[in-house]
């Protein structure tokens, strides 16, 4: 819609026109019952009214109301309107001015500081009484279960009550136009049934006056409009006279529509207004004030029976997305990993959310089902969802909405997405296509704004009511409220879900590390309190061998010495292993070429093979616990040279460097090597793999040294061949790095 014709006519202040329509005559008094304004019509010579009508008391006015002694029956139905606080007219008051008889509107302006007399004829247009025809009137309309249906029975019902040229229900789009959606018309006039009108047809401060005014009658477009008096400045604000003079661009819209009167009825549904009841005569016609109550009634019932089927759609369709709710939750308990969750769940969201395509973003992966765009757009949404909308996305244009996005307006011209973790970057995100639409505008809506010679732009109303249609692009089916809410549950069941998920990982993890302190600190005690007996059972075989003459019993006495040798070795490192996780980390800065010459030193003592070559060539420094690491190296080292002794020239050789943000070390050897299926258990606590029997060893060396490096954040690999040699790879992350 265009905005600059939006903007005019939201300007214009109807509510204070400064003028009432010529059917009627106004007084306004003030709460003494002084006369503030009052409508030029009433100086008419019949009614014998003073000149200087401003000013004086309403009282004055005795010969005025024909029958009525005096007027102090005005100031007599404004007390008793009063009911506490709450203002509450009994109208209509029927008077006689001149002879004839009018019925007295009595309400209070919109200040709160003035009471507004509004005077039309009793006599009505309307011959039948619509009262005696309401009651079976509205039982036919509401006879059918379907609001299409009960619509239409309505403006038949309605213009057989009231009798207009041209009966229709208006509704109002959300963006404030309307669309004539029921009618009842005379067979000579060409239907409106289906056409859209401009927002600017009824700007919103009419629509505002819908709200307070439910009914409202402009009984002759062609009437000259009454001007109103006063002693006061400015005009009177008439929002509650049932007289206030009609907006003349409306007027000359009436006119250009050939309309001489029309009379509405709004119809209110959540305090908002839905619709109109709007009726057209091309004559001009009066309904009195009773009349328009029972019209009012009407609009009442509909309005209420409008509300009723809303509120059963929602409720129909909050049940079904219910379903989705409960299928989520059970998704969310049954599967543990999130890709089970998200692949079971995202077909259910589809097909609920008529939606044509559906993404996750989750812990920095994309899930995506059906269609959607490419990967790349998830993060951006989700970054829209970050900085600006608390969280929910909610367009059924999105190329208008998010032109950044720049997302094809055909495939995905709605979306509804919302944040989903803690993690402000998950997110869910449905994509609905384009809903291909045909508006039948009564005229082109957008040739609204007239400029005059100044270049000033005036509003015109339309003199061309052709039907002219607009093809709607780029726009998909609304989210609906319902629509919206649920998938703000959804959010909160996958927030509970992964919220009671990372706390059950965080004990699990708590426990397993108590378990593993425990398991720990069990193997140190019950390896050291089994040496105590061990070495008792040692010196008993000792004494045994000693004491006894008989061969046999010393044999096997000897045995019982080895196996408690083999046993104490065992405990003894055992034990080791304990302490490397238990151990207190010292760290400092490690001169690495002072620890591996060291090492080197101690092997070339009394080497395996004297035809070793042990090489180190660069060594940068680590930052660690010295003497855990030395053992890490001396294990390494010492395995790589006794694994490759049996060559005729084993080479054992150390390599130190840097690369991003580690350290890496290489201590390859040439030795008996290892397949795959080896490498992957020599970690593991008295592991020893391949052919090794010549091989003195315990395989615990590994073991320790696999837990050293844990617990300096740092890692160990070995790739090797059998046959051809081994190099292990021990990566020291920055931190630990001097
Ligand atoms: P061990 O005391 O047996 O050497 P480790 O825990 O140090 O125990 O090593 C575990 C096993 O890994 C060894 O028994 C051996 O089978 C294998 N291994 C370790 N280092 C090498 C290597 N450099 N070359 C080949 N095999 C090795």
């Known amino acids: 819609m265009n905005k600059e014709a939006l903007d005019l006519c939201s300007q214009e202040p109807i509510h204070i026109p400064g003028f009432i329509q010529a059917h009627g005559f106004l007084i306004i008094i003030d709460k003494d019952g002084i006369i503030n304004y009052y409508s030029n019509n009433l100086c008419d010579a019949r009614y014998q009214l003073p000149d200087d009508l401003p000013g004086r008391s309403i009282l004055s006015l005795s010969r005025f109301f024909g029958k009525e002694k005096d007027s102090t029956f005005i100031m007599d139905l404004i007390r008793l309107s009063w009911q506490g606080r709450q203002f509450k007219p009994i109208n209509p008051y029927v008077v006689e001015i001149g002879g004839s008889y009018y019925n007295m509107i009595l309400s209070l302006s919109a200040s709160g500081e003035n009471y507004i007399l509004d005077f039309e004829p009793e006599a009505s247009d309307l011959y039948s009484d619509p009262q005696n025809m309401v009651g079976a009137s509205l039982s036919q309309m509401l006879a059918d279960k379907d609001l299409q249906t009960i619509l239409e029975n309505s403006v038949m019902q309605i213009k057989s009550i009231i009798g207009y040229d041209r009966i229709m229900i208006y509704k109002f789009h959300e963006d404030g136009h309307g669309e004539v959606i029921a009618e009842d018309k005379g067979n000579d006039l060409e239907t409106w049934l289906g056409l859209h009108y401009p927002a600017s047809d009824i700007p919103k401060q009419a629509r505002d006056l819908y709200i307070i005014n439910l009914t409202r009658l402009i009984a002759d477009v062609n009437e000259t409009p009454v001007i109103i008096s006063g002693n006061m400045n400015a005009s009177p604000d008439l929002t509650h006279s049932t007289l206030r003079a009609v907006s003349p661009v409306h007027i000359r819209y009436l006119k250009n529509m050939g309309v001489s009167s029309s009379f509405s009825v709004s119809i209110i549904v959540d305090n908002q207004l839905w619709g109109l009841i709007a009726c057209h005569n091309y004559t001009p016609r009066f309904i009195n004030y009773k009349q328009r109550e029972t019209a009012k009634l009407i609009g009442q019932v509909l309005s209420s029976c409008i509300g009723l089927r809303n509120q059963e759609k929602i409720q129909k369709e909050s049940m079904q997305l219910q379903t989705v709710l409960v299928e989520i939750t059970r998704n969310l308990l049954n599967d543990s990993k999130t890709e089970a969750f998200i692949e079971n769940s995202a077909q259910t969201i589809l097909s609920a959310y008529d939606a044509s395509g559906i993404a996750f973003l989750f812990e920095g992966k994309i899930y995506t089902y059906g269609n959607t765009p490419d990967d790349e757009y998830i993060p951006e949404i989700s970054m829209l969802l970050e900085k600006n909308h608390q969280g929910l996305i909610a ?56 400029y005059d010679e100044n270049g000033q732009p005036f509003i015109s109303p339309r003199n061309s009511f052709e039907q002219w249609s607009q093809e709607v692009k780029g726009r998909s089916k609304q989210w609906t409220d319902t629509e919206i809410s649920t998938l703000l549950e959804i959010r909160d069941e996958i927030n509970f879900a992964v919220g009671r998920k990372t706390a059950e990982l965080r004990i699990l993890n708590e426990k397993l590390r108590d378990a593993y302190a425990e398991l720990d600190s069990f193997a140190h005690t019950i390896s050291h309190d089994l040496k105590t007996p061990l070495t008792a059972i040692k010196a008993f075989a000792e004494l045994i061998i000693r004491k006894t003459g008989e061969e046999d019993i010393k044999r096997m006495s000897g045995k019982i010495v080895d196996h408690s040798n083999r046993l104490h070795q065992m405990i003894t490192t055992v034990l080791e292993y304990s302490k490397a996780g238990q151990q207190h980390i010292d760290s400092h800065t490690i001169d690495m070429a002072m620890l591996t010459e060291e090492i080197r ?117 070995v790739h090797s061949t059998e046959g051809k040699g081994s190099t292990f790879v021990l990566t020291f992350p920055i931190h630990s790095v001097a």
């Open 395 to 450: 367009s059924a244009d999105c190329k208008q909405d998010f032109p950044s996005l720049n997302l094809c307006s055909s495939k995905y011209a709605g979306i509804l997405a919302c944040r989903l973790t803690m993690d402000l970057k998950d997110c869910l995100i449905l994509f609905r296509k384009e809903l291909s639409l045909t508006v039948k505008w009564a005229g082109d809506p957008t040739k609204l704004v007239n």
């Open 601 to 717: 030193s101690q092997l070339l003592i009394k080497p395996l093979n004297e035809n070793l070559q042990l090489d180190i060539f660069t060594t940068p420094d680590l930052e660690g616990d010295p003497i855990l690491i030395f053992q890490v190296f001396l294990n390494i080292i010492e395995n790589a040279v006794k694994y490759s002794h049996k060559v005729e020239f084993p080479k054992v050789s150390v390599k130190g460097y840097r690369k991003n943000d580690e350290v890496i070390y290489e201590i390859s050897d040439n030795g008996i090597g290892m397949n795959s299926q080896q490498q992957s258990k020599i970690f593991g606590l008295f592991n020893r793999v391949g052919n090794i029997q010549e091989f003195e060893g315990s395989g615990v060396g590994l073991a320790i040294v696999k837990k050293v490096m844990a617990r300096h954040g740092a890692d160990i690999q």
